[in-house]
């Protein structure tokens, strides 16, 4: 014996029940999207922490540099190609900087160019280690490290 339910029935029930389905979707979604996106915090965190390592690693050349002049080490392999991956990380950790102005970007890839600039032009290890020096106080002050 077969039941019968009114259309008017059916309608409410498959409109109860999709509209059901598509809170419970919507809640899992947004707990799912809501874990996955970093916090703005984290981002600037992020950003301090990858400019933090360029700093230091800057400041580090200082002594691949010294042994460049002593003649037991490789110019390009020891200080120039550090220092461009270098240059390439900061451009895409100030990327992720957007307080950042134009100004304050350019600043520090012409602080790091003038670090490169010293190595090829043979300065003595002091002229070498200040400009380095200076080029990673400048990141740290810009992305605040």
Do not use: C, K
């Not at 301090?48 to 690693?57: I, K, L, M, R, V």
Request: hydrophobic share 45%; proline share 3%; glycine share 8%.
């Amino acid at each position: 014996m077969a039941l019968y339910i009114s259309a008017s029935r059916r309608f409410r029930r498959t409109l109860v029940i999709a509209v059901a389905a598509a809170v419970v979707a919507f809640a899992v979604g947004w707990l799912i999207g809501h874990q996955q996106v970093p916090s703005i915090a984290d981002r600037v965190t992020g950003v301090q922490q990858d400019g933090e390592s360029q700093a230091t690693g800057l400041e580090r050349l200082g002594i691949e540099y010294q042994q460049v002049l002593a003649g037991t080490d490789d110019l390009d392999s020891s200080v120039l190609q550090p220092l461009d991956d270098l240059r390439a990380e900061l451009q895409s950790t100030m990327d992720r900087a957007p307080w950042l102005t134009g100004d304050e970007r350019a600043a520090m890839l012409d602080a790091v160019s003038q670090v490169r600039q010293n190595a090829v032009d043979g300065v003595p290890l002091e002229s070498f280690t200040g400009s380095a020096t200076a080029a990673a106080t400048l990141i740290r002050r810009e992305l605040g490290g």
